[in-house]
């Protein structure tokens, strides 16, 4: 298939732009069962956008020397001690000192200019109708009622699930951090937010039936060659990664390509919702533990602040 | 080694002998196959009606070794209690529940007791705020509003657990709000802050994991009858194969704030053997938004 | 480097960082929970500090010009980034005094998200392991 094909030796440019220089010939080590050995902490942060930019549309690959340019003007930009305008909302969403963030401060290795490895373009391909009819309705809902409710706001804001657990796994502003645990029949990834915890069985059994319908869906995994394949189904249907819905299903390709570089890969095909499959990339790189505790919903303030903030706004507009 | 041998079972138990003889010969030979399991002996697997004493010796069966050839046995699986201890420690009559609509669903069962000797032993101020908590126990349990449950509780929620074991870290992965914890092996790194399932801690004694866990909020609840403790919690847990299907669990709970001294609760868990056994998602935070926030909805005219 | 690249690099920063590799309602939406109408510059002395997630709260006694004493919540970011650095729940004494630059909660109540935190001296807090504000620890150590 076109689109297996295309993945698939993307899959091998990446593996060539992240291994050592020649002469050092690396060997993938083995868990004493003779699987490839993805154990250990990891981090995903990266400054690299997840879609190319309209300007660097015929530019899919950074320099070196652009690259380093790159970070350094990132790091300048998105430095939260850097007022914007004291008064704006947009002061009031960067929300605190930068000590408090921890978005990564390099490129992916490659030093493409998207995480969006295909379509070429670097871009999410289009909704189909019935995407598009859903997406509208999701931004409808948001419009008509932004904080009547806790249900009208984002999963992060309820404690229900962050986008560094998807499936697909994605970074965010802090704690981008995953652990990976292995056993002959069980790859199990810890992710810090919010403590979720991937097990991922090896094997031939199939996926849940469909009256399983699950956050993160519901993942088995394979070996092939050197590479961890999960497949997961049985999204609920308020999944939304960038317009997804129920029908997703997601296939994660995990590759370890040195000591401190593990290729994370994966293919969004879901014909309900997008026009044609696509694939992004977001390389993990080994970093010190160990994972802290997240627990969200147990410290959730911020829920109860602002629908009072909410319901305090309204009484203004109304004028009691 | 006392058991029934039928004529058709024969070949199978003859080469569960032989397995468990070369087992016991050369414990580090690596893990058995799949299938060869010893047979528990005969003293285990009549699980007590009670907790077994302290002191009492630990049993003889041996379980399969970790596949990282460590040496450790494997405890690896989806495991659950099946008792009352969620609703209370103690042994307790079965009585109404908190509401009438729910009936004989979700009333109260009788129980026997999971602590060793019986008695919580709380402090005088302690005991009156038990009581208290007891008799506020829908305002009051963190359970209610899917707050991650700490440890022991963990453990013995009605809700399967899964162990997935490797040499420097065990993770455990608890159904119930998506909890989770790491046991860091050989380690001894301390927690910066307090925690919710606490900063845990684990060695190997034999074949008996012993996890010891600090760093604990004063948050959580030991099980619906409020009993409870502050965060100078300090609990020690060991868990050790009894059987191919069971592990004996114990913790020993220390808490000078609340308590006059130690105290013990042990329990068998059970391994979930259906073949396709998997953890699901209880994230039950979606559950509770109406309790927790329904007084802040904005109200329709 | 040349001029295009340089124009390159500032297009790709201008342009892509709103949101980097992260859906931008993924963050939680401040603007919802405090009012940009309402700045706020407090000095208080911190009484009790909540470690925990999705935001550390900072809880502080102001005294104001009538001698009242206001107690004042403020909202921080996760402190997982921060032990990571070292800094420990010792990390900020009760009876330490801070300044607050930020702005004030929308339901009117003493709550104020934490802009900028710094101590009196103009230093930040949390910079380096101890929080002590070490002048030779950069505040994003790259790992």
Not at chain 2, 182 to 190: A, F, L, R
Request: hydrophobic share 40%; with cysteine; net charge neutral.
């Amino acid at each position: 298939m076109k689109g297996t094909l295309a993945t698939g030796l993307l899959l091998i440019a990446l593996a060539a732009a992240a291994v050592p220089a020649a002469g050092q010939k690396w060997t993938a080590p083995q868990t004493p069962w003779g699987h490839p050995d993805l154990q250990g902490l990891w981090t995903n942060a990266t400054v690299t956008p997840f879609e190319r930019p309209a300007e660097l549309a015929d530019k899919p690959v950074l320099t070196e020397q652009e690259a380093a340019e790159f970070e350094k003007r990132f790091a300048q930009a998105r430095d939260a001690d850097r007022r914007v305008g004291a008064g704006t909302d947009a002061d009031v969403a960067l929300a605190y000192n930068q000590f408090w963030y921890d978005r990564g401060t390099k490129v992916v290795g490659s030093r493409r200019t998207s995480l969006v490895m295909d379509p070429p373009d670097g871009k999410v391909p289009a909704l189909t109708a019935e995407g598009q009819k859903l997406a509208d309705a999701r931004a409808a809902a948001r419009r008509q009622s932004p904080a009547d409710g806790p249900e009208d706001r984002p999963l992060a804001e309820r404690c229900i699930l962050w986008p560094t657990a998807g499936p697909p796994m994605i970074p965010v502003g802090y704690n981008n951090n995953y652990q990976i645990f292995q056993t002959p029949d069980h790859v199990a990834i810890l992710i810090e937010m919010i403590h979720d915890v991937r097990i991922i069985p090896l094997g031939a059994q199939p996926h849940a039936s469909p009256g399983i319908r699950q956050w993160l869906g519901d993942s088995r995994g394979r070996w092939e060659g050197n590479t961890l394949v999960v497949t997961t189904t049985n999204f609920t249907n308020k999944t939304n990664f960038r317009g997804s819905d129920a029908n997703l299903r997601l296939t994660e390709r995990f590759t370890r390509v040195s000591a401190d570089t593990l290729n994370y890969e994966f293919t969004v095909d879901n014909p309900t919702a997008f026009t044609r499959p696509w694939t992004a990339a977001v390389p993990m790189t080994r970093t010190e533990g160990p994972l802290f505790e997240y627990a969200c919903h147990e410290g959730n303030y911020g829920m109860t602040n602002l629908l009072k903030g909410a319901r305090a706004a309204e009484q203004v507009t109304e004028g009691r | 080694m006392r058991h029934r041998i039928t004529g058709a079972m024969s070949a199978g138990a003859a080469a569960v002998v032989v397995a468990a003889i070369s087992l016991t010969a050369n414990p580090t030979a690596g893990q058995a196959p799949a299938g060869q399991t010893p047979a528990a002996p005969a003293a285990a697997r009549q699980a007590p009606a009670r907790p077994a004493p302290a002191g009492q010796a630990a049993t003889t069966y041996k379980a399969p070794r970790s596949a990282f050839k460590d040496g450790k046995p494997d405890l690896n699986g989806i495991w659950q209690a099946n008792n009352t201890a969620n609703w209370d420690l103690q042994d307790h009559a079965a009585r109404q529940g908190p509401l009438i609509e729910l009936g004989a669903a979700f009333s109260i069962p009788a129980g026997l007791g999971v602590v060793e000797g019986g008695e919580i032993p709380y402090q005088p101020w302690a005991a009156a705020k038990k009581k208290e908590n007891a008799a506020n126990w829908l305002k009051l349990d963190p359970e209610v509003k899917c707050y991650m449950p700490g440890v022991p509780r963990a453990a013995y929620m009605p809700y399967p657990f899964q162990i997935v074991q490797t040499p420097t870290a065990i993770l455990i992965a608890y159904e119930f709000a998506s909890a989770s914890r790491t046991i860091y092996m050989n380690s001894k790194d301390e927690s910066p802050a307090d925690t919710w399932m606490g900063w845990s801690r684990g060695r190997w004694d034999g074949d008996t994991l012993v996890v010891d866990v600090t760093s604990f909020n004063d948050q959580t609840w030991f099980d619906r009858a409020g009993n409870f403790h502050s965060d100078a919690l300090h609990v020690v847990e060991r868990y050790t194969p009894a059987s191919r299907d069971v592990l004996q669990y114990e913790a020993t709970i220390e808490d000078p704030k609340v308590f006059t001294r130690p105290w013990k609760i042990s329990m068998p868990l059970y391994r979930r053997v259906e073949k396709n056994a998997q953890l699901l998602e209880y994230k039950c935070v979606e559950f509770v938004e109406e309790l927790m926030y329904g007084h802040l909805r904005k109200k329709t005219k | 480097m040349n001029l295009m690249g340089t124009k390159i690099i500032v297009a790709l920063v201008g342009v892509g960082m709103l949101c980097a590799a992260a859906s931008v309602r993924a963050h939680h939406a401040f603007a919802a929970e405090f009012d940009a109408q309402k700045p706020i510059k407090l000095e208080g002395t911190v009484t009790k500090v909540e470690w925990i997630n999705p935001h550390a709260w900072i809880h502080i006694d102001v005294k104001r010009p009538d001698g009242t004493v206001e107690q004042w919540m403020i909202e921080g970011g996760t402190p997982n980034t921060l032990f990571r650095r070292g800094v420990t729940k010792t990390s900020l004494p009760i009876g330490t005094v801070i300044v607050v630059d930020g702005y004030k909660a929308k339901d009117g109540t003493l709550k104020g998200n934490g802009r900028d935190l710094t101590f009196k001296d103009g230093r930040k807090l949390f910079i380096g392991s101890t929080g002590t504000g070490a002048p030779n620890d950069p505040a994003d150590t790259p790992r």
